[in-house]
């Protein structure tokens, strides 16, 4: 078995992580390629009143169990499958089922605070920091906490200035230290995006020829 290529993709809220990865993905065409999002690793808040879960800072490390991720992508490097929590971010819970996720050759992180636990970076065997402005980070982050997470415009705002920039700026920013690759603008960054493309394709031909 060869070992998986794992791939971590940072960056601040909104800044097109997602859209970089998607892209990755299609690029790499293959269908031997897993997405974990730390996202999915909330920690479960169903013990506490719907008011107390709303106070809890979720742009903290705290909020999230990223030692359980460590055991699962150390986990799909060995070989295994794993199950994923399934968060829901309406009501700041765990639901009861899980996503099986089974072993591939590419395993892409992505999340805001993935370069923040050294544990977790040691795993990586490529770290891409995506970096946009903030203002159109905020601007996404609102359309899609409405649109997506049944979320106010004010509780959204509320939580942004309280909480997300503070720790962007606190956790998230100074993590780009790590960054092996810096994207400016996220998936908008065609020249940015081909070059890593090439360089991932690189890197798996190379393992491939060791088996």
């Known amino acids: 078995m060869t070992t998986p290529l794992v791939i971590g993709v940072a960056g601040g809220t909104g800044s097109g992580k997602t859209t970089v990865v998607q892209k990755i993905v299609k690029a790499l065409d293959t269908q031997d390629i897993v997405v974990l999002q ?37 986990r799909l490097v060995a070989g295994n499958a794993v199950e994923i929590p399934v968060y829901d971010f309406a009501t700041h819970t765990r639901q009861t089922e899980t996503i099986r996720v089974e072993q591939a050759s590419v395993v892409i992180i992505e999340g805001i605070l993935v370069f923040v636990d050294a544990e977790l970076r040691s795993l990586m065997n490529m770290k891409v920091f995506v970096d946009t402005d903030d203002d159109v980070r905020f601007i996404r982050r609102m359309e899609r906490d409405i649109q997506e997470r049944g979320r106010s415009r004010e509780s959204v705002v509320h939580q942004y200035l309280s909480t997300v920039k503070p720790m962007h700026l606190e956790f998230t920013e100074p993590s780009k230290r790590h960054a092996d690759i810096i994207i400016p603008e996220g998936g908008y960054n065609v020249v940015a995006i081909d070059l890593l493309v090439s360089k991932l394709k690189s890197l798996l031909e190379r393992q491939a020829s060791k088996i």
């Open 38 to 74: 730390h996202d999915s690793y909330y920690r479960d808040r169903s013990y506490l009143s719907p008011e107390r879960r709303t106070s809890i800072n979720y742009d903290h490390p705290d909020a999230l169990e990223t030692e359980l991720m460590v055991v699962h992508l150390r």
